[in-house]
Antibody
Framework: QITLKESGPALVKPTQTLTLTCTFSGFSLTTSGVSVGWIRQPPGKALEWLALIYWNDDKRYSPSLKARLTITKDTSKNQVVLTMTDMDPVDTATYFC???????????WGQGTLLTVSS | DIQMTQSPSSLSASIGDRVTISCRASQGISNSLAWYQQKPGQAPKLLLSGTSKLESGVPSRFSGSGSGTEYTLTISSLQAEDFATYYCQQYFGTFWTFGQGTKVEIK
């Protein structure tokens, strides 16, 4: 059974750096072809893809957020970590980690973690 | 960037109605399109991939069609459990983009 679970702070202040962790089970990020991604959703708004990391450590970032994002993996812990710098209230959102099929569309989602950016 | 434009942004429909949601890409995406259903407080659920391939367990009243830049999700006979928000997603480009969503409400 495949599961993904996001963890991180519920609240950060503007200008701070956010660190979110996705802990997964039921698959391995050392398997060829596998990737894990992050998507966010501001309250009442649309989904926005953020970043993707592949089994071979290749990485993809949203062009609009690339300067602020870093995605890494720790295969020994079955974790993927997303950091986002210079947080702003507009970054308030539910952040999901996800396992895509063939690195394309998302079959498995985490439950999401709600982050509020406020002073 | 490939932009995805969904329409309408919301619609009201009755049980049993046929519902159609459109998604337009800013450039051709070669059928690399998925549709998701999202209910409040839940993660999205994959309905279709590759424009028209129904995901296992998804009712056959859901169908997808399209090509090039124009794609459509159809619900042939709306059921109570279908009231939700629907998103399209392209995976043709180097990175994914989602449509703005279509909220299907009860008339």
């Amino acid at each position: 059974q495949i599961t993904l679970k996001e963890s991180g702070p519920a609240l950060v202040k503007p200008t701070q750096t956010l660190t979110l962790t996705c802990t997964f089970s039921g698959f391995s990020l050392t398997t060829s072809g596998v990737s894990v991604g992050w998507i966010r959703q501001p309250p009442g708004k649309a989904l926005e893809w953020l970043a993707l990391i592949y089994w071979n450590d290749d990485k993809r970032y949203s062009p609009s957020l690339k300067a602020r994002l870093t995605i890494t993996k720790d295969t020994s812990k079955n974790q993927v970590v997303l950091t986002m710098t210079d947080m702003d209230p507009v970054d308030t959102a539910t952040y999901f980690c996800a396992l895509p099929r063939y690195n394309n569309y998302i079959v498995h989602w985490g439950q999401g973690t709600l982050l509020t950016v406020s002073s | 960037d490939i932009q995805m434009t969904q329409s309408p942004s919301s619609l009201s429909a009755s049980i049993g109605d046929r519902v159609t949601i459109s998604c337009r890409a800013s450039q051709g995406i070669s059928n690399s399109l998925a549709w998701y259903q999202q209910k409040p407080g839940q993660a999205p659920k994959l309905l279709l991939s590759g424009t028209s391939k129904l995901e296992s367990g998804v009712p056959s009243r859901f169908s997808g069609s399209g090509s090039g830049t124009e794609y459509t999700l159809t619900i042939s006979s709306l059921q109570a459990e279908d009231f939700a928000t629907y998103y399209c997603q392209q995976y043709f480009g180097t990175f994914w983009t989602f449509g703005q969503g279509t909220k299907v409400e009860i008339k």
